[in-house]
C-alpha cells in the first residue's frame, strides 16, 4: 500500500507468510483492487482455525452457518504495517460468547484427537516408549490459556454488546457479534438487532 487513504472499497485477502504456506483465504467477492495482508504464523493458526471452526458449525447435527469477519484496529494496523497483537472477531449469526464457546471447543477436541494419536503411535513403537520422557508437550502459548472472559454490555456507557475475550495462538481475541442498530427519536440508546 502506497500510503494513499482508500476511498473506495477494496478486497482485502490475507495471505500466509510462512515459508511453507503461501495460500490465500478470501471470502471477499468484490472485483477490483486488491490489498493483501500477510499473516505471521499465528495469526495463520488463528484464522485457519476459526474457519475450521465454521466449517464444523456448518456440519454439526444441528447445523448453524456464520461468517467471520476480521474488525477494528487489527486490519487498520495490518494495513499500515503496524504489530498487532489483538484482533477483533465480528460474527452475523451467534453472539460473541457463543463462538468463543464453540471455537475453544473446537481446538480442545483437536489437541484431544492429537494427544490420542500422539498416545497409540506411542504405544506401537519401541522408540516412542524410550522417547516417552522426551516428548515435546506444546506451549500453552499456542492454544487456549485460560478460560473465556465476557465483557458485559453496558449500555450507559455506550457499550452496547457482550464481547467474549480470550487469548489463541498467544494473540488476544474479541468476539462480537454485527449488528443493526435502530434508535428511537427521543433516544441516544439503539434497539440492536443481530445481524448485518
Not at 21 to 46: K, Y
Request: with cysteine.
Amino acid at each position: 500500500h502506497d500510503g494513499e487513504p482508500i476511498t473506495r472499497p477494496v478486497k482485502i485477502v490475507a495471505e500466509g507468510s510462512s515459508s511453507s504456506d503461501s495460500t490465500t483465504t478470501t471470502i471477499n467477492t468484490l472485483d477490483g483492487p486488491v490489498l493483501t495482508i500477510a499473516l505471521d504464523d499465528q495469526e495463520r493458526q488463528l484464522f485457519d482455525n476459526l474457519l475450521a471452526t465454521a466449517r464444523a458449525l456448518e456440519d454439526a447435527p444441528q447445523p448453524k452457518s456464520v461468517q467471520i469477519r476480521v474488525a477494528g484496529g487489527w486490519v487498520r494496523d495490518k494495513i499500515l504495517g503496524l504489530p498487532t497483537h489483538d484482533v477483533d472477531i465480528a460474527l452475523d449469526s451467534c453472539t460473541g460468547v457463543e463462538f468463543a464457546n464453540y471455537f475453544k471447543e473446537y481446538l480442545l477436541s483437536q489437541q484431544r484427537l492429537q494427544q490420542q494419536e500422539e498416545e497409540e503411535y506411542s504405544a506401537s513403537s519401541e522408540t516412542a516408549l524410550n522417547n516417552n520422557n522426551n516428548k515435546n508437550t506444546k506451549n500453552n502459548n499456542n492454544t487456549i490459556i485460560g478460560r473465556i472472559g465476557v465483557i458485559a454490555a453496558n449500555p450507559a456507557q455506550s457499550k452496547h454488546l457482550e464481547t467474549a475475550t480470550l487469548r489463541a495462538f498467544g494473540l488476544e481475541v474479541d468476539f462480537s457479534n454485527l449488528r443493526h442498530e435502530t434508535y428511537a427519536e427521543d433516544s441516544r440508546i439503539p434497539t440492536i438487532v443481530i445481524g448485518t
